[in-house]
């Protein structure tokens, strides 16, 4: 049994162990420190002073201690000083690794490539982004014709100067002629929507703030749209403030936000949120109501009338149908023909099927599309018939089915891989998605559902062969015998060798009903280029299998997804993929939850870690941002069995002195607001504090960054440039990369 809990006195106590790594001298880089790491000949690398302070908690008797806590104080003189302190300890051991240089320089080179987005048909145009390879942002354009010149309707390079605006979301009139998007800052959240009109790409003066978790959707005749929108935060820092009480509001063309109609708001149920869509007829709103990140959701629809008009002639919103209610579970509201609406839904199927349900009988629910052994995943109405996307064994699968449910052909994918974005409406004659695999590059598809084959639209040109790289997929047995996929990828010739095993990295999720699956990715390209084996693991709480597999690594169940992890390394190890001194692991957001949990509670079997943005402590997510809403997954510390599931895993509370850890950089942002930057601190200060061994135990901290969404080119580049550099000085790796 593993030593938990040693936070949960008043002192760090617990168990030793680990395999040692050798490591290039660093010393004397910092500040005097109260957390050393420790070599054959002294200290190698003194951190910054992290005060240990005296605050305890007390849950259903229990004391648990968090020496910690100020660093939570985010604008304190006294955090910014220690994340000063940090980076500059980080970046001055990063400057000592050799092969960072070649690193970066390969990124570059093979990030500089032309890349499309999926289009769509906008009016009697398309709209599509592009990147002409190193540029910040990509470039939102419009094209007349799909094969035809380009012209820019929105830049987001052009609305800052260090490339950290990036487009957060678009919504366009029904004839094409307007466009709302909305923006963010640093990485954050929080959005600012405005007005774009489409052929003069010149802003109206409407501006919509304090969006978070929404989109717009517009009304039948382009006179305004609908969004949901928090409160603006008060007396408090905004990157932290609790997210409650959102409300859906209706924005009319030029009209100030404080002019804007509620539409609709529960005040007795704070937590719950609201996203909007308009029917393609314009006679419905469909309002999604959440509650967090719950898959069970609820459906309410307001009839707007044959105008669609938002309000009546007196000014109110019309009456609101509870066509779903009660969160029994997960309703995607797909299309509808008349009164008739789809939904893609689990409810009585939990790998998804699709259902009719007619608003002048709501009671009732017609299958249209029966649940099968792959999972559902999305659904659209495209051209008169359901364009539906699976997962089989966690890679994508396309079939098409007419409205009445009667199957075509399997659509022909390039091969094993993903799918995303489809993009068509239900009178467009095709459906435009983005396929990618390991080793394919993502491309644009365009399918005529009608038919079983699609066509290139744009494929890039990266400079690699992908016939020097090669895949399979192997299912391990986790701790309890259930069988987890696990995709390996790797050059051609690297080979399992128990006598001379390669590095390998091992990456994983499992959680939230997110899916893994195989997608093109530089920085991975660029691992396989240096000789390293990359692993995917698709764990319990994932996706990939439906809803029972999401629920098997939730709450109570949380273990499973960490045993499934540990069984993966565990596989890689015994096959000769990989050894405890060349094995490497790195999972952001839930899957840097995933990362601190493994080493905690398997040091011995990993080299280095890269815990991302993570979830790291498991008593006090709940208290910041949007983290409350997390609790249908992790779980609620009020209730006593959850608690003590909680605490057994928390990274941060599991933390034991006098133990040897793996090399592990922590890396976050200072504008991270889903996942707030205090986790990653906590547990690095804990970290450096008890780890006893001699390799790094560092932590990196960007700045006007936030969890990853928008995040410019160049910061990915430095980005992955310093996790790979560290990675390969701390597993033995001799980087050689093509020139």
Aim: glycine share 10%.
């Amino acid at each position: 049994m593993r030593c938990a809990h040693a936070m949960a006195f008043t002192a760090l106590m617990g168990c030793k162990g680990g395999a040692e790594t050798e490591q290039p001298d660093v010393t004397g880089v910092g500040q005097a420190s109260a957390g050393e790491s420790v070599g054959d000949n002294g200290p190698r690398f003194v951190y910054p002073d992290s005060e240990r302070g005296d605050h305890v908690d007390r849950y259903h008797g229990i004391e648990v201690a968090d020496p910690y806590r100020w660093l939570e104080a985010l604008d304190s003189d006294a955090v910014q000083a220690w994340v000063a302190e940090q980076n500059k300890v980080t970046f001055a051991y990063l400057e000592t690794i050799s092969s960072r240089a070649a690193i970066r320089k390969r990124l570059t080179a093979l990030w500089n490539y032309e890349r499309w987005g999926v289009p769509r048909r906008v009016g009697e145009r398309f709209v599509a982004a592009k990147n002409d390879g190193l540029q910040a942002q990509s470039v939102l354009y419009k094209l007349d014709t799909l094969d035809g010149a380009h012209t820019v309707l929105l830049d987001p390079n052009a609305l800052s100067q260090d490339g950290t605006v990036a487009l957060a979301g678009t919504e366009f009139s029904r004839d094409g002629s307007k466009m709302a998007y909305g923006v963010s800052q640093s990485g954050s959240d929080w959005q600012t929507w405005r007005v774009r009109d489409v052929a003069s790409a010149t802003d109206s003066g409407d501006v919509i703030e304090w969006i978070k978790f929404t989109g717009v959707a517009w009304t039948r005749d382009g006179s305004g749209f609908y969004y949901a929108r928090y409160d603006q935060p008060k007396n408090t820092n905004a990157l932290a403030a609790v997210n409650e009480g959102q409300r859906l509001f209706f924005h009319k063309l030029g009209t100030p936000q404080s002019a804007d109609t509620l539409i609709y708001a529960r005040p007795e149920h704070s937590k719950w949120g609201f996203s909007p869509t308009v029917t393609e007829d314009g006679r419905y709103l469909v309002i999604t109501v959440r509650v967090g990140t719950e898959r069970k959701n609820s459906v309410f629809v307001q009839d707007l009338g044959r105008r669609g008009a938002p309000l009546s002639r007196k000014g109110a919103p019309p009456a609101t149908v509870e066509l779903r209610p009660d969160f029994t579970a997960h309703w995607d509201f797909v299309g509808n023909d008349g009164s008739t609406f789809w939904f893609r839904t689990d409810d009585g199927a939990p790998r998804g099927r699709v259902v009719a349900i007619d608003l002048r009988r709501p009671d009732k629910a017609t299958e249209i599309i029966p649940e099968t052994a792959d999972t559902l995943r999305e659904l659209r109405l495209v051209g008169g018939r359901f364009v539906a996307s699976y997962l089989a064994d966690a890679h994508a699968k396309v079939t098409v089915y007419d409205t009445k449910g009667k199957a075509g052909a399997d659509v022909t994918l390039p091969g094993i891989g993903s799918v995303a974005e489809f993009h068509g409406g239900p009178s467009d004659p095709e459906t435009f998605f983005s396929f990618s695999s390991y080793t394919t590059p993502t491309t644009v598809l365009k399918l005529d559902p009608a038919k079983s084959t699609p066509t290139v639209w744009r494929a890039p040109k990266v400079d690699f062969d992908p016939g020097d790289f090669e895949v399979t997929q192997v299912f391990v047995p986790s701790k309890d015998g259930t069988k987890v996929p696990m995709f390996i990828a790797r050059k051609k010739g690297v080979v399992a060798d128990r006598a001379a095993p390669p590095p390998a990295y091992l990456y994983g999720y499992g959680g939230f009903n997110i899916p893994i699956t195989p997608r093109f990715s530089v920085p991975n390209l660029v691992w396989m280029e240096m000789g390293g084996v990359y692993v995917s693991a698709n764990l319990r709480g994932g996706g990939e299998y439906g809803e029972g597999w999401h629920q098997a690594g939730t709450k109570l169940e949380k273990q499973n997804v960490f045993d499934d992890f540990i069984a993966a390394g565990e596989h890689l190890v015994s096959a000769g993929w990989s050894s405890p001194a060349k094995l490497a692991v790195g999972g952001r957001s839930n899957g840097g939850l995933l990362v601190g949990a493994a080493i905690t509670q398997r040091p011995d079997l990993f080299a280095a870690a890269l815990p991302g943005v993570g979830v790291m402590d498991m008593l006090r997510f709940d208290e910041f941002t949007i983290g409350w809403a997390w609790r249908s997954d992790y779980g609620d510390k009020n209730d006593p069995n959850q608690f003590a599931a909680l605490l057994d895993y928390s990274p941060y509370h599991n933390v034991e002195a006098d133990t040897e850890y793996p090399a592990t950089m922590v890396y976050t942002a200072d504008h991270d607001d889903r996942v707030v930057p205090a986790h990653s601190y906590k547990f690095a200060a804990a970290l450096q504090h008890a780890h006893e061994g001699s390799a790094p135990v560092m932590i990196r901290i960007d700045t006007k960054s936030g969890h990853g969404a928008g995040k410019p080119t160049g910061k990915q580049i430095e980005e992955w440039a310093d996790l790979w550099a560290f990675v390969a000085d701390n597993v033995g790796m001799k980087v050689e990369l093509p020139r």
